[in-house]
């Protein structure tokens, strides 16, 4: 059984950054995905960002695409989402999620894989002051 840690979220002025950690454990397979996604109050789940073990290949919500930058660190089993000039619509519980899936490619895909997404992490909030 996959088990997904999300750390790093807290209080940030708009403009700044913040890095969140999904460390992971219990996988099978050297193949994988994983992805971040966050909920807004009153707002549905949206996928932000993904990489793919298999090449490396990331895939970026267009609502974050220039500010968020997604790396992983297989000695670690971890995967960062480092976000840049953060704004108040940023605020949100932001999850890890993974998949046991094949992918490569994944900046060639015309919208973020939600559904092949399976294990979920208990979430960091972030919140971005004005």
């Known amino acids: 059984e996959v088990h997904l840690v999300e750390s790093g979220g807290g209080l940030v002025q708009a403009g700044g950054s913040l890095r969140l950690s999904c460390a992971a454990s219990?996988?099978?397979?050297?193949?994988?995905?994983i992805g971040w996604f966050r909920q807004a109050p009153g707002k549905e789940r949206e996928g932000v960002a993904c990489i793919s073990s298999s090449d490396g290949s990331t895939y970026f919500a267009d609502s974050v695409k220039g500010r968020f930058t997604i790396s992983s660190d297989n000695a670690k089993n971890t995967v960062y989402l480092q976000m840049y000039s953060l704004k108040p619509e940023d605020t949100a519980v932001y999850y890890c999620?993974?998949?046991?899936?094949?992918?490569?490619?994944?900046?060639?895909?015309?919208?973020?894989?939600?559904?092949?997404?399976?294990?979920w992490g208990q979430g960091t909030q972030v919140t971005v002051a004005s």
């Open positions: 999620a993974t998949s046991t899936s094949v992918h490569f490619g994944m900046e060639y895909l015309p919208a973020f894989p939600s559904s092949i997404f399976d294990s």
């Open positions: 219990g996988f099978t397979s050297e193949y994988y995905v």
